[in-house]
């Protein structure tokens, strides 16, 4: 859905982030609502579907591995609950300002305006979720897919952490690149731990298949 909603959003249909002030963004929000939901609302349910996945990922981890994947936990826990707060922010009270026309104060947390406080909580959110997936996948160490899954994971971290490099120093370079590559990656990561959960003997509480 995800990866659906960004091809959508930015590429066949991409809308206009080039920010003219809150009364053309409210035009614009009213006539593309339906788009706007479609990125928004896979990008709320990643969240808790990412923490519920690290949890099942703890319960096979090896005993001697809990500390990684607690950690994983740890900051799966911050990512959902601010990314969450973030999107239902653009579905409820933004929605709500536009539609009554009280748009004092939506300046600061409109999903168009990239200078916004919503894309400052949106990178420090995914900085989260990129420090969980570098502890989450060194879990994953024996034969080839593990391996996959584990590089996968590795790589989209490191270029999520410097996203907030990016943010902080003002640098234009990385972002777009991680979010694509997140895009694109994550789902065959998710696809194959499908199939090593489902390979792992029912009484076995290690990652690795016997």
Known sequence: MFLIALVVTFVIF?????????????QSFTQHYWQILMFVIPCFLISPLYLILTVAIHRFAPEEKHILSLLGIVFAVAYVAQITANYYLQMSAISQSISTGLLDGTTLFAFGNLN???????????????????????????GKMETTIKWIFIVNGILGVVAIIQAVTHLDFGFPFSLVFFAFTFPVATAMMALLFHRVPKKDNKLTPQ
């Open 14 to 26: 991409p809308l206009n982030f080039n920010w003219q002030g809150i009364e053309v963004y409210a």
């Open 116 to 142: 916004s406080i919503f894309w400052s909580m949106e990178i420090l959110g995914y900085t989260w979720l990129s420090i969980s997936m570098i502890f989450t996948g060194r879990l994953f160490s024996d």
